[in-house]
């Protein structure tokens, strides 16, 4: 494995996530500059063909499995996650360490998912929509279920 010492603090998992998150966003950069001067009436070429065939495809695949409009908000952030986790896990054969080697890294993750998914969930259902999940559909045993259901939320992740 290839030891980077310039962050000696650091554990090389994070490191090699500092060096992702830093030739992705150097790269989302670029092609972004290059999208803001793409003439709108011309059909893309090369990269930038390559970057709005992925996006779309990506959409196309989301829209499927969500209703309504909520695409729009949870394809950009799925998105991401699938081009870091795609891309940190192959760093590794370039000889640096994979970042979801290291626990912390992983748990970050999880628990941006998991608000992200929570507060979403309270923006479509609403606080009474979100009681009505955690208690079930049979009243009689709700005083049972809503426990167990709120264990079950907080232990997915």
């Known amino acids: 494995m290839i030891e980077i010492k310039l962050f000696a603090p650091l554990s090389p ?5 500092i060096i992702v998150v830093g030739v992705l966003s150097i790269i989302f950069v670029i092609t972004g500059l290059r999208i803001d001067k793409q ?5 893309p070429k090369g990269f930038l063909f390559l970057c709005v065939l992925a996006v779309d495809f990506f959409n196309d695949f989301i829209r499927e499995h969500l ?4 695409y729009k908000i949870f394809g950009p952030y799925l998105f991401a996650i699938l081009i870091f986790l795609s891309t940190a896990n192959t760093i590794a054969l370039i000889g ?3 970042p979801l080697a290291n626990l912390g890294v992983a748990m970050s993750f ?7 998914f929570n507060i979403a969930e309270f923006r479509f259902n609403g606080l009474k929509g979100k009681i009505k999940s955690l208690i079930g559909p049979v009243k009689p045993i709700a005083p049972l279920m809503l426990p167990i259901n709120l264990i079950g939320e907080i232990s997915t992740p």
């Not at 998992?13 to 996530?17: A, E, I, L």
């Not at 209703?67 to 909520?70: E, F, P, T, W």
């Not at 999880?110 to 992200?116: E, M, P």
């Open 96 to 98: 640096l360490r994979p």
């Open 39 to 43: 003439d709108p009436k011309e059909a």
């Open 67 to 70: 209703s309504g409009n909520k």
């Open 13 to 17: 998992n994070v490191v090699s996530t």
């Open 110 to 116: 999880t628990v941006i998912s998991f608000f992200a």
